[in-house]
């Protein structure tokens, strides 16, 4: 056993101990180390390949090292399947949503395409299974909400879900050219710009625009049992759907032809769940 005294380091405070204690056990250590090489000379045979009537069998090395390659090559392959087809239905995307979302309330997260192969094979381009019209709120990231990965779902995010021609356009983007069968309208329990609508009074600088496209929701919501905020909420979600589905001339279309769904949703921020509205 090593004992001895360091000096000080730079910058350190008056107090900070120097005293050190190596407790490396250097003599089990070498032991360990002869004991290895012995089992290496030992296991040296079973590295060969053996004939036996005029014929080659390869070492059991071997095989275990060409097993080991296949089933990387086995688990690499069902990465890459993953991503989203040209067959996937709307209802099968808003199924694994759900699926993810209840990992995300189970705190029990897959954290699915988020390794360095997956990012490398979005350099291509990408095939996203879902587009999300959510709120900006820090609190409500779709990605982590509903489990997802790099390339799976393609967000827009804006105060209070609205959709003006600048979200729609991107929307549209992503249901014609990315072709996406879903578009998910999500709203959240608590949310600012929704409350600001509810509370009228005087807005300052471009939040005037904002909240005037909540305020048709606020006025269908009146006289509604219940929380005024969250009735708002919902029928914002609900009003920015329609909204959506008669949008012209993409959108309108591709819900004609049975191309996208739209649905709406409401995220809890005390629950981690989420509601999915019926139409």
């Known amino acids: 056993m ?32 002869s004991s290895l090489s012995k089992l290496t000379v030992l296991l040296r045979p079973l590295r060969r390949d053996y004939q036996c009537g005029g014929k080659t069998f ?5 095989v275990v090292k060409y097993f080991g390659i296949l089933f990387l090559i086995a688990v690499i392959l069902t990465g890459v399947g993953q991503q989203a087809g040209p067959n996937v239905t709307p209802d099968a995307v808003v199924a694994e949503l759900k699926t993810g979302n209840a990992h995300h309330v ?58 003006t021609d600048t979200e729609i ?35 300052e600088g471009h939040l005037t625009a904002l909240i005037s496209l909540i ?28 909204q959506l589905r008669s949008s012209t001339p993409v959108l309108s279309e591709l819900v004609a032809h049975g191309k996208l769904k739209i649905v709406g949703a409401v995220y809890s921020l005390a629950t981690g769940e989420v509601t999915w509205l019926n139409d």
């Open 2 to 33: 090593l004992t001895g005294r360091l000096p000080p380091p730079a910058n350190s405070g008056p107090n900070l101990s120097t005293d050190y204690t190596d407790n490396t056990d250097w003599v089990g250590l070498l032991c360990i180390i």
């Open 58 to 62: 390869v070492g059991p090395f071997r």
């Open 106 to 163: 189970q705190h029990r997260y897959q954290h699915p395409h988020e390794t360095l192969a997956r990012q490398r094979e979005l350099v291509a381009g990408q095939h996203p299974h879902a587009e999300i019209l959510s709120c900006a709120d820090s609190r409500v990231p779709p990605e982590i909400i509903f489990d997802q990965g790099l390339g799976d779902l393609f967000v827009v995010r804006v105060a209070g879900n609205v959709a």
């Open 169 to 203: 356009g991107s929307l549209e983007y992503g249901a014609e050219h990315l072709h996406i069968p879903l578009l998910v309208v999500l709203g959240h329990e608590s949310c600012g710009a929704v409350t600001a609508a509810v509370q009228g009074g005087k807005t």
């Open 215 to 242: 305020k048709p929701a606020v006025d269908r919501s009146r006289g509604i049992p219940g929380d005024p905020v969250e009735n708002a909420v919902r029928s914002n979600v609900q009003m920015v759907v329609q």
